[in-house]
Structures are given as C-alpha cells and as structure tokens.
C-alpha cells in the first residue's frame, strides 16, 4: 500500500521545487488513490501518496521537530506488530501507545536510530530525513516485498517506491547498461539492488542505505542463521502450523473486504483456510471472497506439462465449496491479455513479462473491484521446495543454477563485440559464485544436505524476486495490497533449518501439507505441484514470433546493433517450427524465449532509453 517519492540535495535549498515535487507524487496515485502529503523543508523534499486500509490518516506520513530541526518519516506497505512496536517504544520510555504507523516508526527511530527496523515486522519500505543529521535512511523488508529504488547524483539523491517517481524528475536520464544485458534477458539472474538502467539501483531487502554529505553506506540488518534441527517431523508440523496461523491472523488486520488467491494447490488453499477460519471467529458473518485465472482457450489448447500438469479452476472451485468462500473465476482471452500488456510495462517502468504479468494484471483488477486487500500463496514453493528441480538428481549435481536448464539464452545471441565486452557464461558464472558465496552454511551437515540448502538458497535469490516483483507491480498498479504470509522471516527462518527429509516426507511439501492436513480439501492435498498457469495459445504464440523478428529486422530499431540478426533470425525460424531443444526457465514454451526480447524493445521505445 501507498507510494513514496523524494529529493535530497546537501548543495541547495528546495524550495522553489513544489510543482515538481507535486509531478513526482503524482506518479505514486495508484498506489495512494486515498491521501497525499508534500513536504518540503530546506534540502528534503518527500511526496508520499496514500492507500488507506482503515482510516486514511492512519496512512499519512509523520513528523516531528526537535532543536530546530525536523525529522520526518514516510512508509510504504504495512507493518503486522503495531501493537507490540507500540509496547516496546513505551517501556523504552517513549510516548504513550497508540499514533499511526508511521508516528510509531518516527518514535522507534528517536530511540533506536535504524536499528529499530530489526524489531519491526512486516511488508514495508520506509524514508526518514533527519534534520538534526542531514541524512537520509532508506530501508526495506527482510524479503523485498515492497519496493524502493534511489538515484545517487553529485551532491543529492533521487528516491521512489518505483522508477516512475525518479523518472519525473529531468535530473535522471534513463540509459540503458549493456552489462546488465544478460539480466534484462533473464531476470532470474539480477542480483539484489540490481536494475538495467545506469545508476539506478533497488534497496536490497533486508537492507537501510543511509546519504549523507560526505557520501552514503548500506546496511544489511537481517539474514537467515543455519542452525542444527532437533524437532521431529510432528513438532516441526505444529511449529509450521503454528507460525503460518499466526502470520496470517497478523496480515488479515484491516476494516476493509478481504480476498485471497485460490488455485487449488497448496499453497493458497493453505492461506485462504486459515484466513476464512479467523474472519469467521471474529465475525461469522464475514466472509472471504477467493478468485482464480482461467483461460478462454484451456480446452483446447492447454497441454500438461512437469511444472502445470493440470488447469487450476477446478481444483480451486472444489478447494473454495469445501471452505465456504464467495469464489470467482476471470476468465481471460489471448486478446484480453494482449490489450493490457503496454498497461503492465507501465506498472513495472521496466522491460515486463508479457502474458505472465497481464494474466495477474487481470485478476488483480477484477480483486480490487471486491477488495482493496488480498492475500497470497507465494513464496510456498521456494520455502518448502515445491519445484521439480528439488527432486532431479541430475540437475541438484549440476554446478548451475537450478532453475535455468539447459535450453537456449537470449544472451547467447547478442552482436558478437558485446558478447566479447559482457561475456554472459562467464557473467552467469560469476553470478552462480556470487550467490553461493552467500549461503549461510551449517558445520558438520552432510554434502547432500550443504546442496539442497545452497539450492533453497538460489531460489530465494533471483526466482523469488522475479515473483515478488510481479506481484508487487500488478497489485499496485490497481491500489491493491496484496500480502504474502509466505515470507514472514520468522517463518522462513525455522522452516531454513528443517532438513529436506522432514520436508519432503510422504511427498512434494509434504511437511506442509502435514501441518494443514485438517483444513485441506482431499483433492488440494493429493494434487501434484502446478505453477501458476500461462496461457497456451498458437495465436500468442504467433504475436511473439511476429514482433520478435520485426524487432530483430528493424533498422531503425534500438536493438539493431545489440542483437546478431543472423543468429537471432535462425533462433526465431526454430521456435516457429517447434524445433528448439532443452528445457527453459519456468516450464514455459518456446515462444515465450520471445518476450525478453519483446520487451526490451517495448521498453526502450516507451521510456526513451537511450544506450550509452
């Protein structure tokens, strides 16, 4: 919920910057649809717009000032320990419980400095100016579940809960970096903080970066521990049961309609269970409303494949009558997922995912016309090791990352002289490096049981993020707050340390079913791991392969020198005659190699990115 933007310049006064503070709010109104504040004192300047879940002051940034000088807080997102931040600020000697959540932020700062994000749990970013200092502090939930990206210049700093806010703003001129070439075609890769465009970067997760006169510095204020597992498989089912019911119950606070995403599988029958149960206990009456994406064409194209053996409507129409849900299903054509692919390039600022993010564009839409909160079974599979890769042998022996495989790259097919400069088998190797150097590891653990942890690990790096951020994206992009139990830390630090044989006992998640086994419908609990559905269709197929090679054969194209036109052109020829070989990121079909191509050029043409 709620969108922040702001303009920190240690060298000049601003002012006289209202109207452009105000272009630069304005950006963030579909994610405050409620409430704006602008603010300008000196060199600070903060926009914050707001959605509001209750009371739409309880949104509002806070400030207070102190020796003549102010110190002022805005947040994104939402924070489930109010109550217990609220308490723990009043025995430090703070002032008396209550306030709004960003009035309890500013109060945890005055005692704790940045520390006092470590007690905070929740999906939230946040901005504090301090006056007294003349520094800025910019941070982040331990997952990354909401967004803020900055723009360090000479003498100041840019930031937004999404590019568009800095983009605004004629100080940043977006250019493309070649280096991150081999990221844009494949965004699993991105590292944390990473994007495409030169000097524009993400606040890691986990993360507070602070700007001040003399420069700027992060800091991570939270990782995962590997510690030894001494509960058996039953008290590890409770303790996830335990946690989950509460994570939930936390998120579920709110004075407004409630839904939640049902495929049918696991994970979200497991969220909208417990979320269906506690509504009730707090009011019978109340009810939740659960939604699922089909496709028009499914009968007669869908093909079942390893990652999506089966279509989701009719598990999640059978999951929402054995929960007693209010339940719709959107039903989406290849021509309603082509209309509103330009509108999720714009919810992004960044090259998107073509129908993988439109289908999500369109049942978020059709949420948010019911419910201005859902919830969401994210997360799950890369928590508890839903993936097929998890139980291949030879791909958990590859010294790769998992989730690539072993089919063809985009990358591989860039204009031999960058290829030569960016090098993209040894960038994915310096990657893979990179992010293993990172596994928390575990002394004396078994080599087996070292692998599949580096593995859980991989997946929570680039994979889950591709997921957060589409999520993120397609929800705000409709003033939705979607929330994901999933990635409560507390959740997903016990279940870290849970070896893989508890995990996977009596099958795929098995631990987690084990834990919801007595809310679960027979059929949610015996099905096999589907993804999230992508369409199968030979018209949008035949889209991709259409634009693809006029992309590729355009002269006046900005792509016209990045790509080899040859090869790229043989790669085209062997995705219209279903020739390629291998198995691609994502279970997805070959056409859909397409869309990072697709994008990139939609992308740079509608932002006017300009390359080095």
Request: aromatic content about 8%; charged content about 25%.
């Amino acid at each position: 919920m709620s969108g922040v933007v702001g303009w920190i310049d240690f060298r000049r006064e601003l002012g006289d910057q209202h109207s452009l503070l105000h272009s630069m709010t304005r950006t963030m109104l579909h994610r405050g649809p409620d409430t704006e504040d602008v603010w300008i004192d000196g060199h600070a300047a903060i926009g914050h717009r707001g959605l509001a879940t209750g009371h739409p002051d309880a949104v509002r940034p806070a400030r207070v000032t102190l020796g003549g000088a102010t110190v002022y807080a805005a947040h994104t997102g939402e924070v489930y320990n109010g109550d217990e931040l609220r308490r723990d600020i009043e025995a430090a000697g703070g002032a008396p419980r209550g306030g709004t959540t960003a009035e309890a932020l500013l109060r945890a700062y005055l005692l704790w400095g940045t520390d006092f994000v470590e007690r905070v749990n929740g999906a939230f970013a946040f901005a504090i100016w301090d006056g007294r200092t003349r520094r800025l502090h910019l941070g982040r939930d331990r997952m990354g579940v909401k967004p803020l990206y900055h723009h360090p210049y000479n003498g100041g700093v840019l930031f937004a809960s999404e590019p568009k806010g800095i983009l605004a703003n004629p100080l940043f001129r977006p250019r493309l970096d070649l280096s991150a070439l081999p990221v844009v075609l494949q965004p699993r890769l991105a590292r944390p903080g990473e994007t495409p465009l030169k000097d524009l970067y993400e606040v890691e997760p986990a993360h507070v970066v602070t700007y001040g006169e003399t420069g700027s510095s992060r800091r991570r204020y939270w990782q995962l521990v590997s510690e030894p597992h001494h509960d058996t498989f039953e008290q590890t089912a409770r303790r996830v049961r335990e946690l989950l019911d509460d994570t939930v119950r936390r998120q579920l606070t709110s004075d407004v309609p409630l839904g939640a995403m049902l495929s049918g599988g696991v994970d979200s029958t497991s969220v909208a269970a417990l979320a269906a149960d506690a509504l009730r206990k707090d009011d019978p009456d109340r009810e939740l409303a659960t939604f699922c994406v089909e496709f028009e064409s499914d009968p007669k194209h869908f093909v079942a494949t390893e990652l999506r053996p089966d279509i989701d409507a009719p598990y999640a129409a059978q999951a929402a009558a054995f929960l007693g849900t209010r339940h719709s299903t959107l039903t989406a054509s290849v021509q309603d997922l082509l209309d509103v692919i330009p509108a999720t390039r714009r919810a992004r600022d960044l090259p998107g995912w073509g129908q993988f993010d439109a289908s999500m564009y369109l049942i978020f839409q059709r949420i948010r016309d019911n419910c201005p909160v859902a919830l969401t079974g994210e997360a799950a599979d890369e928590v508890f090791g839903g993936y097929p890769y998890f139980t291949k042998p030879e791909v958990l022996g590859a010294d790769r990352f998992p989730w690539l495989f072993d089919g063809p790259k985009l990358s591989r097919y860039l204009a031999p002289d960058l290829l030569a400069a960016i090098d993209p088998e040894e960038d994915e190797r310096a990657r893979y490096a990179d992010t293993l150097a990172r596994v928390p590891r575990l002394a004396g653990e078994s080599a087996a049981d070292a692998r599949l942890r580096e593995v859980f690990f991989l997946g929570l790096s680039g994979p889950l993020s591709v997921i957060l951020d589409r999520k993120e994206r397609m929800s705000m992009a409709h003033g939705l707050d979607v929330r994901v139990p999933f990635c409560d830390h507390r959740l997903l630090q016990y279940v870290w340390n849970v070896p893989w044989e508890l995990k996977s006992r009596g099958g795929v998640k098995g631990l987690l079913k084990a834990a919801m086994a007595d809310v679960l419908p027979p059929a949610t609990v015996h099905r096999k791991k589907s993804a999230y559905p992508h369409v199968q269709n030979p018209d949008y197929d035949r889209t991709l392969v259409r634009e693809a090679t006029w992309i590729v054969n355009d002269d006046a194209s900005p792509l016209k020198d990045l790509f080899d036109t040859g090869r790229t052109n043989g790669l085209i020829a062997q995705i219209s005659a279903g020739a390629v070989h291998g198995e691609l990121p994502g279970g997805s079909n070959q056409a859909a190699l397409l869309i990072q191509l697709v994008e990139l050029r939609r992308w740079m043409e509608e932002y006017q990115v300009s390359l080095p």
